[in-house]
């Protein structure tokens, strides 16, 4: 974690998750084995939502909330999982696994079941997991649980794997396992992420660039304290059907379109007939945002941090008006918090229907930025936003130098 992150002002999710030397020292205790902790960071998405299984571009970046593993070998053939926020443990048999059920071991559980059908050998293992990442607030924490157990196991079993494979496998944990039916961007960035920067990614090549985010800004993160979850069923999934019908009636008038990320708004309008009204307007979204994203990286490499900001509340206004992902408390955070001084642009980031905004701050106005917010959201709806002001980290890895 590094000093930008304000002590004040963050969130320890549940309040009882341990630092890298607590989880150790816990996992010791509990298992009589020495430790070794791995680490996996949520996100905060600048631009580009729902763009990432359209084959578009995201700009998503990690933030210092992670997931932690504390993780030492076992013999036989037992995976033991202990959960210090939910103090919880689930033992199960590396060679029968259970279904998966609405449970937070469901995440592990499932990445081990990809790993398994991928031909890895999944060593025998206790882990210890602790994190700080806000549950349900469109910050990525099932992501950070799936990459930060797939790089222990693989840390544990001595097999190192490039950073979109890990990614793809978690991702195909969430999908095929635990019925999430999510893109790549989240499990992505927990893998690749780089500390100063954004990570422009290609969801289709699966390669990226880095965009420096300037170090005199902030990314300060309102949690409306409305919940968001994707693994629900609910309105991700609906959503996403509405994305793909968009690109069927695409595909159909203009068959090398495979993709929206093939589809430009004038292709959009030719089918329009051809698609409901929701359909329609969600993919205006998908297509706008994938360019917000390329248009936000011309700005950033411009240094334009004022056009740039202009585009995060753009993004913002689609989102709203043409995806219809977002809600009351999420239009009125973001509406508080783009016209504080000192703010260049804000919205809501993630999945949507609830969570967060994400708000490009400069780094002198941050805490009176926290203040402010704070009190004008709770003006307007009553409701208490726990604000974090984020820096941004490296994607996951194994902590060294622990004693
Ligand atoms: C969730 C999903 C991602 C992505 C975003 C929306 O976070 O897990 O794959 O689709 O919503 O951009």
Same mark, same amino acid.
């Given at each position: 974690m590094d000093s930008t992150a304000s002590a004040g002002h963050e969130l320890r999710a549940g309040r009882t998750n341990l630092d890298s030397e607590a989880l150790k020292a816990a996992h010791e205790a509990t298992e009589g084995a020495r430790a070794r902790i791995f680490r996996a960071p949520g996100r905060v998405n600048l631009v580009g939502e729902h763009t990432d299984y359209s084959g578009g571009f995201c700009m998503p970046a990690?933030?210092?909330?992670?997931?932690?593993?504390?993780?030492?070998?076992?013999?036989?053939?037992?995976?033991?999982?202990?959960?210090?926020?939910?103090?919880?443990?689930?033992?199960?048999?590396?060679?029968?696994?259970?279904?998966?059920?609405? !449970?937070?071991?469901?995440?592990?559980?499932?990445?081990?079941?990809?790993?398994?059908?991928?031909?890895?050998?999944?060593?025998?293992?206790?882990?210890?997991?602790?994190?700080?990442?806000?549950?349900?607030?469109?910050?990525?924490?099932?992501?950070?649980?799936?990459?930060?157990?797939?790089?222990?196991?693989?840390?544990?079993?001595?097999?190192?794997?490039?950073?979109?494979?890990?990614?793809?496998?978690c991702q195909r944990a969430e999908n095929q396992y635990v019925g999430a039916p999510c893109g790549i961007m989240d499990q992505f960035i927990s893998a690749n992420g780089k500390q100063g920067s954004a990570l422009i990614l290609d969801t289709r090549a699966l390669t990226?660039?880095?965009?420096?985010?300037?170090?005199?800004?902030?990314?300060?993160?309102?949690?409306?304290?409305?919940? !968001?979850?994707?693994?629900?069923?609910?309105?991700?999934?609906?959503?996403?059907?509405?994305?793909?019908?968009?690109?069927?009636?695409? !595909?159909?008038?203009?068959?090398?379109?495979?993709?929206?990320?093939?589809?430009?708004?004038?292709?959009?309008?030719?089918?329009?007939?051809?698609?409901?009204?929701?359909?329609?307007?969600?993919?205006? !979204?998908?297509?706008?945002?994938?360019?917000?994203?390329?248009?936000?990286?011309?700005?950033?490499?411009?240094?334009?941090?004022?056009?740039f900001g202009k585009v995060l509340n753009d993004a913002h206004r689609s989102y709203r008006d043409d995806f219809e992902a977002s809600c009351d408390e999420c239009d009125v955070l973001q509406e508080v918090g783009q016209a504080l001084p000192g703010c260049y642009g804000s919205r809501l980031t993630g999945g949507g229907f609830g969570g967060c905004t994400v708000n490009l701050v400069e780094a002198d106005a941050a805490e009176s930025f926290v203040d402010a917010i704070r009190e004008g959201y709770r003006a307007k709806t009553g409701i208490e936003a726990e604000v974090y002001i984020c820096s941004t980290a490296d994607g996951a890895g194994e902590m060294k130098g622990l004693a």
């Open positions: 990690a933030i210092n909330f992670e997931t932690m593993i504390a993780a030492s070998p076992l013999a036989g053939r037992t995976l033991r999982l202990r959960s210090i926020e939910f103090d919880e443990t689930v033992e199960v048999d590396l060679d029968s696994l259970p279904a998966a059920k609405k !449970h937070w071991s469901s995440y592990p559980l499932g990445v081990v079941w990809v790993l398994q059908q991928e031909g890895i050998t999944v060593p025998a293992a206790a882990l210890t997991i602790t994190g700080d990442v806000p549950q349900g607030a469109g910050l990525s924490s099932s992501a950070s649980l799936e990459v930060a157990t797939a790089t222990a196991l693989l840390g544990l079993a001595g097999i190192e794997i490039p950073g979109p494979r890990l990614a793809k496998i990226f660039e880095l965009a420096p985010i300037p170090q005199h800004l902030r990314l300060v993160i309102c949690n409306s304290m409305v919940k !968001h979850s994707v693994a629900d069923g609910g309105e991700y999934a609906n959503v996403r059907v509405q994305v793909e019908e968009a690109a069927a009636a695409i !595909h159909k008038l203009k068959p090398e379109a495979k993709e929206l990320r093939d589809a430009t708004l004038e292709d959009l309008e030719a089918a329009k007939g051809t698609m409901s009204e929701a359909a329609y307007k969600r993919g205006r !979204h998908v297509i706008t945002d994938s360019q917000r994203v390329l248009d936000g990286l011309a700005l950033l490499r411009a240094g334009d941090i004022v056009g």
